[in-house]
Each structure stands twice: as structure tokens, then as C-alpha cells.
């Protein structure tokens, strides 16, 4: 967290799951949405809850870990495990507190659960049919996560369409694949996907907040073997990807990863077995980026597939998710009315238009700060006001972020909000059927057609995505 | 003229039929649509050209004749042509220029024969059948006329509904009505319907503007008596509706008033024809305003049909109508590109809201003034920053005045507008099949029915409106 | 519950609180909402939680008790407790099984204390300074509550103006109040405002699953007498009432009713206490109707004040405040994604409007059933498709409905249906600074000025609220 | 013509320049504006009137020549003009024909003039300072058009300011530009913009129709080299070109082409004159096309900027300049009124995203037709339902193509259109300031930097535009 923000002088008091007021000397408050990370994470209790906090690069960096910053939180999440004395007392205990208030208040069905001091690791669980090679926070709430993966599937026609398509075809057939993403039940959607086409799986969580513990034991309950839960340390986290990335007669032959740390690890702690490897599926920019390096440095030994990058991402993720996102996250973690507000969106590439189609649907007052001239201009010719954020950070009720960039919103900005000003910082979300295509195109390649390096995902896939 | 405006500091050039630059000493063009009058006048080539100057009633006083004022207007308007001495010199002399403007310049097709300096009155014309009751510009422009005619009908649904459906009942046989509107296309369309069911009518216009002489032929044409061009003196005038009310053989039972002055007239230099009267249909603010006057002072005789207010008129027409209008008139008139421009309206009444969407569709900035509470409110809930009118107007692209007020925009405000602001007021327009369903039930109403007063059009007729 | 619904052919399943999938024999489900009561209602564990359920009469009436309908749920509504056993069976049941689902899963903070058995009536409980005279579900619940209360206060500025400009007048000094209403965060806002105003109160729920328990632990708490939980059975909701117009030192000169059972109560079972009355503020359309039964019934010897047709409630609770509701309520409910989606809406009164706007803005394709003739043409007009709810209902993914009719979506259209359609019904919600004002209005009025009869907010008060 | 329209059994009735109705023999007209060619050219009597009919490839092609098609239209054009006997009689005198009509029709100010019979080429005209190297239709029309240019100006902010900013530099002192382009107010404004940079012109229009006669005239008043007139034959075109290119004392080194017609003269009938050429700057699809040739074929022997796909045309011009050109355009030519109109839209690329964003927001219904999947589902998500052609063909009001393609309304779906349906075709517009820009960086460029070959504007200079 912003160092600036953790002063004597301001009081912090979480007012519900992921929502901080921030209170200053003369008592006004600021509501800081899942302390600057996205905000599409602020409601636990429902599916929309996990995106892609291992994404949250995007939020400005003061209102974040002051000392370790951008560049600093990848270094850590890259460090291997052993560095756990790393994180620093204040942070770690922040972390537990959060993982508590998490597992008392947020969790759907009976969280009672959640709440008993044992670790996972710790407990021994099975499933109804006697299988055990998974770790979650309590195997008996499969119930639950079914019906939150049932549905899900309702919403997901494309990867559905994929597997009933090429369920007989079993195109991954031998495919043996260890992921490391969020798990909510529209992973649990795609890791039942690639069951279907044959694959074998192994899964972790590549967020210690993000797991649905309800979908983790259904996908435990339906016999998958995963890695996770709400809540984990860091220690944990790292044992989570070790344990799907080692086990006994188990050779890997794909990763699927959304920001690199299965990659990582198995780049440095078993590289042997990442020669075996046949490709990467890397959904986030931050995983992206970093194979990019690893393949400028000489690396990178397999072929990647960049997904982050995708016409399906970029062109409907970023804006027709975001466009629903905005609304939701704000609803239920504030419980504000939109009709009449003054909302400043700070950047307006994909992710602030979607944004500002739905604020202004809703009836608010919306002005964007833009930096890049074309994107400046759309936004005045959409019929926006594109101002300095200084001149109406003082009358805002609403301040997003979505520039992608650090430093946006300061703790100087904060000292001039009004009382009651809501800052929250929006991101984006994942397309599973890319990366299921991607799977596939990778495993099927005849040799040689892709060399070690990162790739998009190659235009007759993209068609093939459209005809499901 | 607001004397403000005219005096010798600032330069006027007419830059378009309809459109002035006012001119700064510094060089400063503010662009007067109008000259303040309703906007959808702008342009003058098309049958969206006329649109109630009459009741032209809303514009910012100031930027009209600054002696003589609302009232005023509408006391000489109601002095009978005698009263000619009345009219102030220059006035006098503006309208002659105007006239000869669009005389010269804006008919659409060859308009040589608007120049020729021989009045209507000292013509002698004959229609092809060899009918000559009538005083039009120029009857040979009938051709041009019948094709606006025949567009203008397939704009026009309902009405041409009611002629097929009650075509065969000729409920206005025995109808003999005066009629003075403006004349244009959908007009024409309105009295060849009346005709169809069994009226019989003869017409004036009530604008001495307003007039599409095209359109005024082809109703000659067709054997209408009508009289009426555009650039009639406020004697011609008179002396139209004078032809309308009085000629041979010729009782008339039923007043169509748009603005009051065929009323007025036949009141005051024909009271015992005026006592013959079944009804009398006022379709604008103004006249309605001078029937209930009429109506307190115990001098209105006859029922008369407030269609002004039907809902009708006042959920659609000012609403959409005037969301179509704004749009049209600001393009025809500056060839303005909307996008990303800064617009001030003034006034969220219905033609307020109307004015809104559209601009707000094409991209532009709204801004609204409005002293209404429930209305800002509503302002406020739709999205739009309601502002005072010296807090924007130094930055703003257009000013719209939309508020039925006086004063709204004054030469202060225009002293401190940027070069090339925009400055126009937005009216409102007819519904001619309300007009036409009024008379059908004054005509037909049994004796008794209605008193000697005012009244709304009546439910079941309203109804009756959609069945069509 | 519709009886052509709560047939052996289908299957019911309750996925979260208030979602239910009703399944053909086919497979194919269809996801009700809320049972077809109002759909926002369907989040329980947030302040929007709350909305009229008292109010809920504009379901189809199919979809609700197939036997008993709209005017006998009000008898009953109307009955006094001594007629519980007027209560069928299979009813009760069902709803003990709703408020279990409620009490086990919906709650937001540990909700464990709503499981035992325990009826708050034989709890003793007291709140931190001693005082007991309150009767909720868990007093030990209020620190969450209060949060919820001041994030309210944040949303409702009219309010706390009212709040801080009057707070020194004690313009209510004196007053003493029965309140009958939903127990939310935003009511509790009204609930102190009025205190502060001078008042003292007594409250009860006017609803029996509608009161968060967090916030009647608050209020409790804070030393108001609450009588309310989650739950409550019909002799719990009368008892509670009753406890709130009976109890010792306690001569009540006023009420605040949603609904009109407090109202009932008191005229039916404590007369003379009624005469006493200084006058009734009612905010439900069920509840005003039935003052102007009882007034044309000669029976209402009190003046009364109909809040809920003031223009503050029809202009905008109505249309903005469902803007907002139906994205929220959708969202929580089903996760669904608006994009893209077909919805058809029944209604296009100012709820249905107020729908419209919200779904365009978020991308879905909207159809329209309307039967009114100007609404229809107000929705052709804004650009939605008016159709038959028969020629859309095989292709929609969403039907609202917001039409106050009954019958509106039947079963015969649930079977036309696709998979997995979303059925829900819209409602409206309160303005609670309109009742303080009409509460304040109604004790200071002179002698005299208001008879025993049902007036609407005077025009002044009106004023006031937009002068805060 | 499309031959299956030039049939006997439909009758063509002109109702306003560039309006024509289709006559079926039961009556049933299609409104079918510009004969198909871009709509926004219908209203000839006003600034907005020209913009590309040379890059008018995107017509359904059954609806233009049928006979010629595509390809040979473009070979037409690039034939000399010693092709005049090339040319089927029917066209030349449909040609003909409707250069009569605009000329008798369509001219703003008094058009007379147009009417004689005179060709400019043989007429004397000199402007007031005695200067006559120019050939327009009436150099006294100059003060009319000057306002024209004046008011372009207003709404040119980007233009004035590179012209205020580099005026002093004078970056083209020297260039001598040889210009073919359409020749309206927005064009004069460049014209005039490079002379102030330093450079000397002659200019010819690239198209017969679109020029405005009083703006040649104000920039022939000007002193400018200017030849073009509305009405041209196609050996009055390429005359025009010639004397723009070939003058006593006159080596251009530089050519501003839209349509590439004065390239390919020069490259044909003054090869050496062409290897002098500095650089080539083409602003129309089918020109950049040409050029791309040339360049395969080895034949360009200089470099060319491609301006028709720099950022600021396709991300701008076709979206927000057409946004407001389907709204004006439509009308102007049909005085349609919009609110409710069904339309449907081939085509959702950027034009066809921006005429949809006008018309939803004046009320229409749309729907979409599309075969590319990203741009159908794009339209889905945007709340647009996306359809086969013939599912709605039958029931639209209008029907707009944008699609670029061959055969999208054929005579096969006007059969089924309903009568009064609006047929018109969207195009596109120029950036006359990327034009500038690509001027003088190709005209100061160093010697080698640009080789013999086609680029896309630097983007420095893309950066400089928006700083300007």
C-alpha cells in the first residue's frame, strides 16, 4: 500500500470485503475500492468476483506497495517460495487480515468452514469417490460451485460450442497440462473444457485472494486435481504450483499460465522438465511481457502463444466487459446510485470506453483525462469533456482509473476529493476460448512449425473461434 | 430587433437566408440564426421551412424589438391593417430586405419570377381549369409544389389514415372553413384532406413569411382559394385573411387559427358572421392564450378546441419533433460539425429534453440551464451538467434557448461569447391530424355540447388518433 | 405461487436466495426471480435488498398464489393476527423455507445467529446502555449495521440537508410517531433524521422477510424501539406492529405506514387512540388506495398524505431509480451479461422507461409490449421495437415485467421460452425526505387546514425538498 | 445505371437534384437517393454538397453502370480523353442530363448563369484586378462563395491553425503544386492554406459534378489558378487537368491528387515533367490503390504519401464525419423524419458504426447486416440486432449500404421493399490538413530519405497534427 496512505495522520477501516474507507484527520473519507487493485474484484461472494489480480499492473503505483512498486511486486512473485522471508511483517499480517475478513464475511454458502484455523495443507479431504490428490479449503462445499459452474456454462456459449464440437475428436488427446489461474467457475468452465478434448490436467491458483473455494471443491469432487484456496501465504502459494507441477508419474508436456509464475517455476526449479515442454498459453500482459524477455534472452526454449493480445481480447474483453464490469463492481461494493454523479475516467483506450458507455448510459456526468492525442480526440468527439484530472478532482464523486500506467491518482489528488469519493481502479478479464484454441493449435503443431518464441494466436484459429 | 444588437458598434451581414453574422468591433462573428427567431425557420428551400414564426414567441426579448416586446407584438399583431401607421419605420424597412433576401435567394427551384417587383395583388392568374379565386406568387410553380405535397404524405401517416377511413363519411360535409396557417407541404396535405371529407376551405397564411410559394401554387392549382406568398406587407396580410373570411357566397361556419388573426379579424369587422361560427381550432400558444382571454372577458361565443395542448402535441411534437428539428435547422443554416462541440441549452422542458438526445447522440457536450427544480433534476439524473449561463458561456460552441422565457440570452451574454458561437432558439411545430379530428367534432358536435368556451381535445378523439 | 407452476411436471431448484431455475421435463430451465415478487429484491445481503415488497402487486398474478390473488393477499394483509389460521398450509411452509434460506445464507455479516430456533419475542436482550425495549434478531449485530447506515447517509443528501437545516428547529417536536415500514439502512436514515427533527418513534416492519437484521440491531442499538426481524411469521408481524401502537406512556399522534397496516391496525383494534391522530403518511400505492376506500367510506377521521404519487416519486423514483435497479438486481441475481442480449420489457410506463434506458446503455436489444397507446408510440419513437409479447418470447434471453397488470407473463409463454430465460419483475422503491416533509407538514399544520381526507405533498413542500 | 432498374417497367421520376423515385407498376416508388452514388451528396445547394463521388466505388454495383462495373469505371477515368468515344451514348446524355438539373436546380445564390448555354472554356473572364489564367462557370458568383469559404474556416480549426503557425516558416516556398481534387469551401480553405505556406498552385476538380461554382469563382477572384465547373464533359475534365498541368512558365514538382487522374496525365502525356516530381500526395482509396500499382509495376518513379489510411481518416472521417452525414444528408434530400423509422445498415465497419450511433440516438430501430464476425458480433454487443438482409427487408423505412461491397441491395430486394422506402449509400470524406502535412514533408523531405515508393504520413507529423 501507498506508503502515503499508511501515515498516522489517516485511518483505514474496511467496511466490508475489498471496501476501505480511508479517513482523513477533519474526517472526511475516501472509499478506496480492493485498496487500488481492480475493482471488478470488489464483491466475493459472486462468480464476477476473480479477475485477474495477478493483471492488477494498472493501478497507480502510490496507492500500492510504496516501496516495493510495479517492477518490484513481479520480482517478488517471480522469486521462488524460499523467499518468503522477503514480504515484509506489516504487509504479511495485512494479507492475513484480509484473507480472514474474506473467509468470515464473504464467502456465499455456510462459510463457517472458512473460518477454522487449519491450513488446507493440513487437512486431509477426499472426495465422494475416495480421490484425494487435490488440496482445497473444504471438499464439501462442491455443491455449491456446481451450480455456480452450471451457470457459468450458460453464459460461456463459445467454449461450450467448442466442446460439443470437438468433444469427440479429442484434439488434446495426450495433452498433459498444468494451469495456473484464477479459479472461478468460468476456469472450472475451461478446465472441464480441456478435460473434454482429452486433455489431463494439474491446477493452481496464480492469486492467493482470487480462488472460489466453492468451484475448487467441485472441480476436487469431479475428480481434478487442484491447488488452492482463498486465502493462501505465499509459501503456499508456491507449494500450490510445485504440487501441480511435480507429482508422481506426471511429465507436463503444456502450460497454460496467466502471469508466468508456473512458467517461472518451472523454468527454474525443474528445467529438464520444461525442455518436455511442447508450448506456453500465457493469458495476461504481465506473463506476456515477461516471455518476450525470456525469448530476447535466449530462454525461452518452447513456443508461446501471447493470448493477452488476441482481436477477442483486446477489441471485446477490454470494452464490452469492462462496460458491464464497471457498473456491477461499483453497485455492489457501494451501493451508490450512478443517475447524476460526477465521475472522472482517468484514460480512454478500450477498458475507459467501456467504462464510460455505461457510466454515461446510467445518466453521470462523465470527464476523461487522456494523455495520447487520437484517443483524446475520440473521446471530446464522443461528446466527452477531456480535462486535467486537477480541475475536477475537487467535484468528482467517482474516480476510475484505467490508464494502464503508474501514479495516475496521488495521494495529493486524494487530499482534494470531496468527502465520500469513491477511487477505484478497473482492469480486465480473460477469454477462455482463445486459450483453449490456443491448447490445441500448440499441442496438434507438426514439428517445427512454431520455434521457440511467442506467437499470436494464428488468424485461422481466430476464424474458427467465430464459426463455434 | 433587441436595440442592443443594433446599434452602431456591431456590424449585421446576412451570410445565408435566415443566417447572420453580428460583428464585433474587435471582429468577433456571432452567428444569429433567425435573427432569434425559431430555428426551424432556417432554411428556407425545404418543407421543414415553416414552422410557426407566430408563435415565435419564445425568444429572448432583447434580441427582438426591444420597444416593443411580447405583449406589444401581440397587440399589433391583433390591430387590424389600418393600424399600418403603427410600424416603425426601420422595422418596416428589415422586413422588406428580409423578404426580398428570400425572394431572391432561397426557393428552390427558379425563383426569378420572386424577384419581379409586381405584387400578388396587381397579378392577374388563372390555374389551368381556368379558376382564378385565389393570389398566390406564381401559379406556375404548382409542379414543383404537388411533388413536396406527395413527400410530405408519406411522412404523414396519420392523417392520410384518417382521409381513407373517413374519407366515404364526408363528416365535414357542410363544413365551411377559414383557415390561416402557415403554408407549406404538410399543411397543403391537411387541407386537401379537410377537402376530402367534405369541407369546404379558403386559407391564409398567418406568417408573412412563412409561406412555401411552391406549395401555395400547387394548392391553387388544385382549385383551393388561397392567399398567401412569402414577403407579404403587414397590409397584404390583412388583406389575405380579409379574402379568406369575406367573399361571395360565402358563410363560413368554422375558424382553423393558428395564432389568433383570423379570429381576431372576424370578431371585430364581421361580429355577426362570427356568430355563425360552430367552432373554432387554435393550434398555437398564442392564440389559445388569446381565446382563454376572450373567454374570461365573456366574448367568446362559440366553443373553440385548444389543440395546442393535446398530449399529443406536447409528449411528441415538442419532444421529438423538436429532436429532429434542432439537428436539421443547425445543419442547414452553419453547415456546423456537432461532434465534440460545447452546447448550452437553456430550458429541459420537453423541446429541452428533445434538443438533448439529439445533440448528445452526434457526440456533443451538453450543458443545461434550468430554474425549474423538478426539471434540472431531471437534467441532472440524464447525464447533463446543469450550469449557469455565465459559468459556460465563454467556452460554449452553441447557445440554445429553448425556455419560453424572456431575456434568457442578452447582449451581455453575447459580449462575452467566442468568436463564431452559435446562437438559436428552438420552437415547436404542428399536429394537423389533431386539428383535423377537433373540427370534426366541433362540426358535428349536437347542439349544446360544447359552450361558448375553450376546451381540449377530447379523450375518445385522442384515442381515435391511434386507432389509425 | 402460480399453481400451473407448482405442478408435478416441473421441478424447482433454488440456486442462491431469491433464484430459482424452475426445470421442464425437457431440461430446459427457465431462472425466476425473487418467486416473480419484485427482482430487487433479490440480493439479500445489501441495502437495495429492501424494496416494497408490501408493494409487490404488479407481478402476473399467475406467477404468484393462483388462489388467493391481488385483493385477497390484501384482505389477508389486512387481516388482524387473530386470523392466522386463515393462512393455508402448503403457503406457510413455503415461506418458513424462504425466510430459512434467507436467515441461512444471505445475511452479510456471520449470520450464524439467525439459525438457532429461538424466536426473537422470547430473547432478552439489551443494548450497551441497559434499554430493552426492542425486539430484534441479534442486538450483538449493530456495528455492521451502522456501516451500512452511514453508507447510506452518504447516498441520500436530501435527507441529511433536511437533517442538518431543520435539526435546530425541532419542527417535530412533540411528535410521536408509529412508523411501519421496510427496515433497511436507507429507512433507518429516515428513522434518526425524524428524531433529530424532534420526534419520537416506534417501528415496525411492514413486511415480513424484508427487514436486514443488522440494521434493526443498530437502531436498536441506538435506543430506538425496533420491533422487526427477517422472518417474522403473520402473527410475529402483527404482534411487532403492535408493539409499536400499544405501549405504556404511549399516546401516538402520528403515522408513517407503507402499506396501511399500522393504519389498519390501530383504526380496527384501538379506536379512540386513532381519533387522537394528527394525521398518516402513506408512501404504497396499496396503502393509499385503501385511505381513499376508507375516506369515500366516510371512515378516515384524520387528514392523510399520499406520498406516493408526489411528482418526486412518479418523475423519478420510477424511472431513475429503476435504471439503476434493474442492472443491480439482474447482475446479483444471475451474473448474467447484458451485452448483446435480447430482452423484451412489458411496460413502458415510467418503470419501464426508466429499464429501457439502462439495458440500451449496456448493449442489449430491447422489445417492447405496451397497450397504452401514447406509451406505445413514446417507445416506437424512442427507438425500441413495440411488439407482441407472443412474436418475441421464443428468441428473448430477459422478460420484465413492468406493466402493473396481472397475467402479464403466464405459463403458456414460460413454455415458449428458451433454454435458460431470465423472468423477472421490476417494482419502484421510496422517498423517504418526502415523507419527513409530509410528516412535518401534517403536525404543524393549523387547525384546520387539512380535513379528514387524502392530500397530496402541497406544492410548497415540494419546493422546499429542491431548495435543500 | 443497373440495367435491371433502366427497365421498362419502372418509371424514373426526378424529384430534387440528386432524389429520384423508382416507379414500380403498382405504384409502390423507392426513393433512391444520388442514383446510389454516396448520399452525402444529395443536397447540391450547400457547402456539405461535395465530397467524393470519385471515390464513389462502393455502390451496390447493380445499381450503377451494370454494364461497365467497377474495374472499368476506374479504367474510364484513367483512360485520356481522347476516350471520349468510349463513352454509350445513354450515359453521356443521362450525364447530360443531370449536370442540367443541378445546374437549373441546385445553385445557392441566383444560378442563372448556369443555365446558358456557353461553355466556361469558351467564355473571357477576368477577376477584378484583370487576372484570367482561370476557368470557372461565373467568376461574379466570387463574393457568395467567399462567404462559403469563410464560414468552412469556422469549422476547420486544425487547418487555420498550421496556417497561423508555419505561416511564417513558409515550409513550402517553392513547391508548385499541381491539385485535382473536388473543389468546395473545406478545399479552398487548403488551397489558400498552401499558398500561405509558400507554395504556388493549379488546380482542377477530379470529378465533374462536385464542384461549387461560387467558391471556384471566389478563388479564382483570389487570384488562383482554377479550372472547374459544375457540369463538366469528360473532355472538359481532362482539359482542366491539362491546363493545370501544362502553363507557360510552370514546372510543378509536386502533385495533390484525390482519385489519381492528374498523376496519371502527367505520368502519360508529360513523362519528363513527371521525373521532376518532388513527391505525390493521394487522399482517395482508389488513387492509393493506383499508386500501389504503379509502384509494383516498377513504374513509379517518385515517392507518394498515402494519406487515405493515416489514423486521423479512418478512425475519424469515417466514423465521426459520417455520423453526421447520414443524419444531414437524409434530411435534406428527403425531409424525412427519423424517430421511429426502422433502417437497416449493410456494413458495420467505422462508417457504418457511426451512422448507427446517429441514428439510435434520433430514435431509430436498426438492425445490422455484416459478414465479417468480429464486426456482426461487435454490432451484437452494441445492442444492435444483427439479420440477413431478407429477414427485414420487407419491413424497413431505409435502407443504407456501407459495406464497400459489390451487390448488396439488388433489385431482387427493392421488389420487396415497401413503398416510400429510402434507399442511399454512405461514404466517406477527406483531412485536407494530413494532406498539408504530407506535402511539405515530402517537399522539405532530404534527398533520399523517401524512395521511388507509396508511405503512410510519419508519424511525428501524425503528432504535430495534434499539437497543432
Not at 27 to 51: D, H, Q, T, W, Y
Not at 110 to 123: F, L
Not at 162 to 169: M, V
Not at 405 to 425: A, I
Request: glycine share 8%.
Amino acid at each position: 500500500m501507498d506508503n502515503s496512505l499508511r501515515t498516522p495522520d489517516l485511518t483505514w477501516e474496511k467496511v466490508r470485503s475489498q471496501v476501505d474507507h480511508v479517513i482523513w484527520p477533519d474526517g472526511k473519507r475516501i472509499i478506496l475500492l480492493a485498496e487500488g487493485r481492480l475493482v471488478n474484484l470488489s464483491c466475493s461472494s459472486l462468480p464476477s468476483f476473480v479477475v485477474s489480480i495477478t493483471a492488477a499492473t494498472q493501478m497507480p503505483e502510490k496507492l500500492r506497495d510504496g516501496m516495493t512498486g510495479y517492477k518490484d511486486r513481479n520480482r517478488r512473485r517471480f522469486s521462488l517460495p524460499t523467499a518468503a522471508r522477503y514480504m515484509d511483517k506489516s504487509q504479511d499480517s495485512r494479507r492475513s487480515s484480509i484473507a480472514s475478513v474474506c473467509s468470515t464475511s464473504s464467502s456465499y454458502t455456510g462459510s463457517s468452514s472458512d473460518d477454522d484455523d487449519v491450513s488446507p495443507r493440513e487437512k486431509i479431504q477426499k472426495n465422494s469417490k475416495g480421490f484425494s490428490d487435490f488440496c482445497v479449503r473444504n471438499i464439501n462445499q462442491h455443491a455449491f460451485g456446481r451450480r455456480e459452474i452450471e451457470i457459468a456454462e450458460q453464459e460461456m456459449p463459445g467454449i461450450m460450442a467448442l466442446r460439443s464440437r470437438a468433444g469427440d475428436d479429442k484434439p488434446l488427446k495426450g495433452a498433459k497440462i498444468v494451469g495456473c489461474t484464477h479459479i472461478n467457475a468460468q476456469t472450472a468452465v475451461l478446465i472441464e473444457t480441456l478435460a473434454e478434448l482429452g486433455a489431463q490436467v494439474r491446477w493452481a491458483a496464480c492469486n492467493i485472494y482470487s480462488t472460489q473455494n466453492e468451484v475448487a471443491a467441485a472441480l476436487a469432487e469431479a475428480g481434478f486435481p487442484i491447488f488452492s484456496w482463498r486465502g493462501e501465504t505465499e509459501e503456499d502459494f508456491w507449494w500450490c504450483i510445485d504440487k501441480c507441477v511435480n507429482a508422481e508419474n506426471w511429465q507436463p508436456n503444456m502450460i497454460l499460465d496467466d502471469g508466468g509464475d508456473a512458467t517461472h517455476l518451472m523454468l527454474k526449479k525443474y528445467p529438464a522438465m520444461f525442455k518436455m515442454i511442447k508450448g506456453i498459453v500465457e493469458e495476461s500482459v504481465t506473463g506476456v511481457h515477461r516471455l518476450y524477455q525470456l525469448s530476447k534472452a535466449g530462454k525461452l526454449t518452447v513456443p508461446a502463444m501471447n493470448v493477452n493480445d488476441s482481436v477477442t481480447k483486446t477489441k471485446f474483453d477490454n470494452l464490452y466487459s469492462c462496460r458491464e464490469s464497471i457498473i456491477d463492481s461499483l453497485k455492489r461494493s457501494t451501493d451508490i446510485m450512478f443517475g447524476g454523479k460526477q465521475v472522472v475516467l482517468c484514460g480512454y483506450g478500450e477498458v475507459g470506453k467501456g467504462c464510460c458507455q455505461a457510466l454515461k448510459g446510467l445518466g453521470c456526468v462523465v470527464y476523461i483525462t487522456e494523455i495520447d492525442p487520437i484517443c483524446a480526440l475520440q473521446a471530446c468527439m464522443d461528446g466527452f469533456r477531456v480535462v486535467k484530472l486537477n480541475e475536477v478532482i475537487r467535484n468528482v464523486d467517482i474516480v476510475v482509473s484505467a490508464t494502464g500506467n503508474k501514479n495516475v491518482v496521488t495521494r495529493e489528488h486524494m487530499d482534494k476529493m470531496k468527502n465520500g469519493c469513491v477511487v477505484c481502479n478497473m482492469g480486465h478479464s480473460n477469454t477462455e476460448i482463445d486459450v483453449a484454441l490456443a491448447l490445441i493449435e500448440l499441442f496438434n503443431a507438426p514439428h517445427g512449425r512454431y520455434k521457440s518464441d511467442v506467437y499470436l494466436l494464428p488468424k485461422k484459429m481466430g476464424m474458427c473461434l467465430f464459426r463455434l
